[in-house]
């Protein structure tokens, strides 16, 4: 018995909307980024993207714990010497609603070209309003699964 | 006694080394010397990498096993404890073929696992 390995032609995706308001950002990001590399489905395989569309709204809504909303620094690298810039998640927030979970969630996708691709299946949005009601997305309520029966 | 010269078997260990390179990028597929240094590695990672190969689809299968798992409210941990536990000897690559071909064999596995679940 050889093991299945699914066809290009065999995926289906689906659409998952996950509503963000007062959600913890890493726990929102882990089953975001479940749902987009398709580790939830028995036909996984770590070649190819068999992951599912995602869309977050209210984005800007995102709950973070502690004090990390003041201390908890976003960094990014121009390129040049000194091209460091350092902005704390309060400041990313105001200007770039939608940037603390994009970023979250891409860090949790593997970093090479399929992550790449799987990050493109990601629609964050700051509002409540997406433009993708036609294609049917169902609500994704983040459970966990339960230890006891 | 027959003569043995020494070119035709020198040439043919040449020219075995580098049809195993070909297809190798640059100097490693042209050069004996190059090609050599590679096809040596090569085998070492082929052998490593035969032995290497049965863990990476025991990981694979354990995943689709805690996908299919988890789409039944359970984890693969409390499921696998479970078929242990009800004395279930089902290998994880038979598991693993039965969550994507025999969905609800799967369930009723699931099912067993779950009334013999050993909480501490």
Sequence with gaps: MRTASPKASEITRAWHIIDAKDVVLGRLATHAAALLRG????????????????????????????????????????????????????????????????????????KNSLGRSQITKLKVYAGAEHPHAAQNPTPYSINQVSQIS | MA???????????????????????????????????QVTHSMVYAFNDRKDKKGQFRRLWITRINAAARANNMTYNRFMQGLKVAGIDVDRRVLADMAINDPAAFTALVEVARKNVVLS
């Design chain 1, 39 to 110: 580790k939830h489905k028995p036909t996984f395989a770590p070649h190819m993207d068999t992951g599912d569309f995602v869309i977050v709204i209210n984005a800007g809504e995102i709950a973070l714990t502690g004090s990390k909303n003041a201390d908890k620094m976003a960094f990014r690298h121009s390129g040049y010497p000194g091209g460091l810039t350092a902005t704390t998640y309060a400041d990313m927030m105001a200007t770039h609603p939608t940037r603390a979970v994009e970023k979250a969630i891409r860090g949790m996708l593997p």
């Design chain 2, 3 to 37: 003569r043995v010269k020494r070119g035709v078997h020198a040439a043919k260990k040449r020219r075995t080394t580098l049809e195993r390179a070909s297809g190798y990028t640059g100097q490693r597929s042209r050069l004996f010397s190059r090609a050599k240094e």
